[in-house]
């Protein structure tokens, strides 16, 4: 049975609505992380210390009706801690090894300050994130649908942390930036935190009808100009194509893999319809590209010296490269 | 339920909106295509001489008009793939996508859920219907192109108010091509009634012819002015080598001998000369050779031998063969030798024959050679004064010795025995002509001293020598009359004593007012040719005192 797509608003609104009542503001933060659940994609999100990065995690996981578990990465993190391990077990008599499952076994997990892992423990993630399976003592085992790996880091403190890895970040759907609050959004939060009642959100959207939405949302159209732009855009990413900006051709260094044309496709896709629209849109595409491509592309080391950001790479590039017609 | 009709008919009014536009913005690149053309073309037309004012702005109307009508109909009816067109409009009305997508769905709608395909196409339809093309998509120029477009109409303004100096040039340009392509046509012609004349032998045909057509060649290989005007002198001239100069006088002379025989009545030389008086020469030998002798009495054939005789002492001076032969047929008559009469009669029929040959075609030769000599003067005259002194220089000078003398030569020079001067020659042409002038430097140096302007006074003038007067002022005349006359080689004649000491010199305003009535006497009696007039007027005016 297929979700209609009224059903699929009215639940994304009911989402973003639920999530609202405890985090203030960061829409944007907000709406491209039900993207990336209702694209069935992982999100980081980075961001300063205090921002709500996993408040607004930890809300989700109580307004979708799914099994969550948060993942607290600490340095001396070994992968059987977040997989799960065979312990030996007594029964009748009997003593055999038996699996027991890691927090990973969940539909949202929360991985909180995962570059404070070590890289072993952050390949843990690999397979669990691209094939939804875990191998443990060469036995695999299938995680429940859905199946989302939300995870936080923190882009000041670089002592004691492990960087992640490309192929790693390249498994993430979308790296969701969070900013500074403003003023009001600021007082609200003070008024919501301080005071006697702590707001919480209600359960809203099961994990079936998250399936459901997200085969929805693979169904919307795309033109095939949307498509050609999605293809130049990536593409241009590299510095060695034709429609390769001057920032692209002067800071980056490896640009983004036909992963990255995924994310926006499928990103694009889920937000024409979460904008009232049957179709993808140039607009689309341009709204989810910075999120979608910021961390699939490695800068070399004049753009690290200089401090350049991707997104402004992303931002050259989505104003010069052409739509097609 | 939206259908993809719903869809294509606010599509359809777009495009239509779009080919308008298109047909507008090309328009407008059209005309300034088309005014830059009619620019380069104008301007290259212009430069070559080739346009005039109204073919100027006949050139850039057209040029102006056609391109873009011709660019904007093109635009309109280009064609326009809806899917694209649709995209373009998806942009500027901003659709998000929705009327390409439904385009392309309506034709693959392969794996795409039907709740979402109804569903997008209602949404694109009604984007679409709220959609206000003349708001959102109004019809627009380019300030740059209109810009340029009136840059162009200022230049080509510019050339139309000033370019005064090369519309000129142009309609000169005409004028001379429309005089050359008169006189070539003139030259066919005269071509055809060479050929059409059966007094004239196929000889005298193919001479006559030969030089015209080389002319006629000449003057389509190469229309310019000079050229024109030297082909046409170049073949006036050769024509005139054709004419016999005796052939007027012999002409004259039957004439008049078929005058006096017209007029005695029952003679049989009567029709003869009849045919002589009217000048059909060829038909009066044919009357002459009729003449039966043995059927005459012997009264007859008396009569008809004492004319015969009077006949022969009339040509005798002007054609003396054919003197001889009616002589000899005069004699034979009046000895009774009927046969012999009748041979020699026959042989003076011949070769009056071929004198009516001879003359008809020296006539036909003397007047072509006037002709071309007269159109080469209204090519000039269409030239211009411009083109009067390149012709002069460039071209081919003719030189004149009394009527038999020709030269030939770069410039001009004449040697004529007008009013008793012996001759008088300019320029540097080389004369070959057998004229007793010959072109004598009497006329050249005396002028030539002092051709500025006087003092403004009449009193004072520098003495320059005067030939014509014999021991200085105050002498007797000379005078030399013309080589045509009784006389003509008589130098002068004047008192054998010598007389008054001093130089034959004459003041230099005396020597031009004499010259200069020469002048306008020769030009009233129409002596120059009208193409020389204004050449020999600028001379004149050059040395005017």
Redesign the interface.
């Known amino acids: 049975m297929?979700l209609?797509?009224d059903k699929f608003r009215s639940h994304a609104e009911k989402i973003e609505t639920e999530v609202g009542k405890v985090i203030v503001g960061q829409n944007e933060v907000v709406r491209h992380v039900l993207v990336s659940i209702l694209a069935g994609g992982h999100v980081l999100l980075e961001g300063v210390p205090g921002l709500g990065k996993t408040m607004l995690i930890r809300t989700l996981g109580e307004a979708l009706d799914l099994k969550f578990s948060r993942i607290q990465f600490t340095p001396d993190l070994m992968p059987a801690d977040i997989l799960g391990t065979e312990i030996l077990s007594d029964q009748n008599g009997q003593r055999e090894f038996r699996f027991r499952q890691g927090p990973l076994f969940a539909n949202l997990v929360l991985a909180d300050e995962i570059n404070r892992a070590t890289p072993k423990t952050q390949s843990a993630l690999l397979e669990a994130m691209q094939e939804t399976s875990v191998t443990v003592a060469q036995q695999t085992y299938h995680l429940d649908e859905p199946f989302f790996v939300m995870a936080t880091q923190n882009p000041l403190e670089m002592e004691g942390t492990y960087p992640l890895p490309e192929a790693q970040l390249d498994r993430f759907f979308f790296k969701v930036n969070v900013n500074m609050p403003d003023v009001n959004e600021m007082i609200a939060i003070m008024d919501r935190t301080t005071g006697k009642e702590s707001p919480s959100a209600g359960k809203v959207v099961s994990g079936k009808e998250i399936i459901q939405m997200r085969e929805?949302a693979r169904?919307?159209?795309?033109?095939?100009?949307?498509k050609e732009f999605v293809a130049r855009l990536v593409l241009a990413t590299h510095p060695g194509d034709p429609n390769a900006s001057p920032l692209t051709k002067k800071y980056v260094r490896y640009g983004v893999s036909p992963r990255g044309a995924q994310a926006l496709s499928l990103g694009a896709k889920v937000t024409a319809l979460l904008n009232g629209?049957?179709?993808?849109?140039?607009?689309d595409i341009k709204a989810i590209a910075p999120a979608a491509l910021r961390h699939r592309m490695l800068l070399n080391f004049d753009g690290l010296a200089e401090g350049v950001k991707t997104d402004d790479v992303i931002g050259e590039l989505i104003s010069s490269v052409a739509?097609?017609? | 339920m939206s259908t993809i009709t719903d869809l294509a008919q606010p599509l359809h009014l777009w495009i239509r909106r779009l080919r308008m536009q298109r047909a507008l913005t090309w328009s407008l690149r059209g005309l300034i295509v088309g005014l830059i053309s009619a620019l380069a073309l104008g301007s290259l037309g212009l430069y070559q001489a080739k346009l005039l004012r109204d073919e100027f702005l006949l050139l850039v109307l057209s040029i102006s008009l056609m391109a873009p009508i011709i660019f904007g109909l093109t635009s309109y009816f280009w064609r326009i793939q809806p899917l694209q067109a649709a995209r373009r409009f998806d942009i500027l009305f901003h659709l998000g996508e929705r009327v390409s997508t439904a385009l392309e769905l309506e034709r693959h709608p392969e794996h795409i859920p039907p709740e979402i395909l109804s569903r997008q196409l209602d949404d694109a339809v009604t984007s679409a219907r709220a959609v206000n093309p003349s708001r959102d998509f109004p019809f627009r120029l380019q300030r740059r192109e209109g810009l340029v477009a009136l840059l162009c109409i200022a230049l080509i303004s510019l050339v139309w108010l000033r370019g005064e100096a090369w519309f000129n040039a142009s309609q000169q340009a005409r004028a001379v091509q429309h005089a050359v392509e008169e006189q070539a046509a003139q030259i066919e012609e005269i071509v055809k009634q060479i050929e059409a004349n059966e007094t004239l032998t196929e000889e005298q045909k193919q001479a006559l012819t030969q030089p015209l057509q080389e002319a006629l060649q000449s003057l389509q290989n190469n229309p310019t002015l000079e050229s024109s005007v030297s082909t046409l002198t170049s073949a006036s001239e050769k024509m005139q080598a054709l004419s016999d100069s005796q052939a007027r006088q012999m002409s004259e002379a039957l004439q008049q001998a078929g005058n006096q025989l017209a007029n005695q009545e029952g003679s049989p030389l009567q029709s003869a000369g009849q045919q002589l008086a009217q000048g059909n020469n060829t038909n009066a030998a044919s009357e002459l050779a009729n003449i039966d002798v043995s059927q005459l009495s012997a009264s007859e054939q008396q009569q008809l031998a004492d004319q015969l005789d009077a006949l022969a002492n009339s040509l005798q001076s002007s054609n003396p063969q054919l003197a001889n032969q009616l002589n000899q047929a005069a004699q034979a008559l009046q000895n009774g030798d009927i046969q012999a009469a009748q041979q020699a009669l026959n042989q003076a029929a011949q070769s009056l024959a071929q004198t009516g040959q001879q003359i008809a075609s020296s006539q036909i030769a003397s007047q072509t050679a006037s002709q071309l000599q007269q159109g080469a003067g209204q090519v000039m005259a269409a030239g211009g004064g411009q083109g009067q002194q390149q012709a002069n220089q460039g071209g081919q000078g003719q030189g004149q010795g009394n009527q038999s003398g020709q030269g030939q030569g770069q410039g001009q020079g004449s040697s004529q025995s007008n009013a008793g001067n012996n001759g008088s020659g300019s320029g540097a042409g080389r004369g070959t002509g057998s004229s007793p002038g010959g072109g004598s430097e009497a006329g050249t140096d005396p002028i030539a001293q002092n051709n500025g302007p006087g003092d403004g006074g009449v009193s004072s003038y520098e003495q320059i020598y005067a030939p014509q007067l014999l021991g200085g002022e105050g002498g007797p005349q000379v005078n030399i009359p013309p080589s045509d006359q009784p006389g003509g080689d008589v130098i002068g004649q004047g008192p054998l004593t010598p007389g008054d000491p001093g130089s034959s010199t004459v003041p230099y305003n005396e020597v031009y007012s004499q010259y200069e009535q020469i002048n306008n006497q020769a030009i009233e009696n129409s002596d120059i040719p009208p193409s020389f007039i204004q050449i020999i007027k600028n001379y004149f005016d050059s040395l005017k005192p």
């Open positions: 297929t209609s797509v929805l169904g919307v159209p795309m033109a095939s100009h949307v629209r049957f179709n993808v849109s140039f607009d739509t097609p017609v």
